[in-house]
C-alpha cells in the first residue's frame, strides 16, 4: 500500500474583527474549525473551497488569497494532512439551507474568543491560522495552479 497524506481546503474568513468557525461533532466531542474538508475528484483546490464554505455555512466565498499549505500530523500513528488555507470574504448567506452532516452551528469570533477555546478546536491549524492571517500572510492565488485533464500532445 503506498503512503499518501490526505489533502484538505480551508477558509479564514473575516468580517468585523470576527471569524467565521463551524461547530461540528468529532470523535472528540463538539469542536470548532475553519469551514475545511476534504477535496474531491475533478475540482480544484479553488473550487474545493468554495464548495466546503457553501455546505458547512450556507455563504458562498470568494477566495482572495492564499494563507499557507500546511503539513500537519497529530502523531505518527494518525494521518498525514497537507491543508490549503485560504482567505477571503462571504457573500449571500442562506439561512434556510440545510449544514452538511456533523456541523451543529456556525459562529462569528474574535482571535480571543478563539484562542480561549483551544481546548475545543480542531487542531491548532485553526489559530495558526487566524494568526497567519492577521500577521499579512497573504499571497496571490496565481500561486495555484491546475492542469486537469491537460492534453498535450
Not at 463538539?30 to 474545493?48: R, S, T, Y
Not at 464548495?51 to 503539513?71: D, G, K, M, Y
Amino acid at each position: 500500500m503506498v503512503w499518501k497524506p490526505r489533502v484538505t481546503v480551508a477558509a479564514v474568513i473575516e468580517r468585523d474583527n470576527r471569524f467565521l468557525l463551524v461547530e461540528e461533532e468529532t470523535p472528540r466531542g463538539l469542536q470548532f474549525n475553519q469551514p475545511a474538508g476534504h477535496f474531491e475528484k475533478n475540482e480544484d483546490l479553488i473550487a474545493a473551497v468554495k464548495r466546503e464554505v457553501n455546505e458547512e455555512t450556507a455563504w458562498h466565498f470568494e477566495p482572495e488569497h492564499l494563507i499557507s499549505v500546511q503539513l500537519w500530523r497529530k502523531n505518527p500513528e494518525l494521518p498525514t494532512f497537507i491543508r490549503v488555507c485560504f482567505s477571503g470574504r462571504c457573500h449571500s448567506h442562506n439561512p434556510d439551507q440545510q449544514l452538511d452532516e456533523g456541523i451543529v452551528a456556525t459562529h462569528w469570533l474574535t482571535r480571543d474568543e478563539i484562542a480561549a477555546q483551544q481546548h475545543r478546536l480542531r487542531s491548532p491549524l485553526v489559530l495558526i491560522s487566524v494568526d497567519e492571517y492577521l500577521n499579512g500572510h497573504l499571497y496571490p492565488l496565481s500561486l495555484i495552479q491546475s492542469f486537469l485533464d491537460l492534453d498535450h500532445e
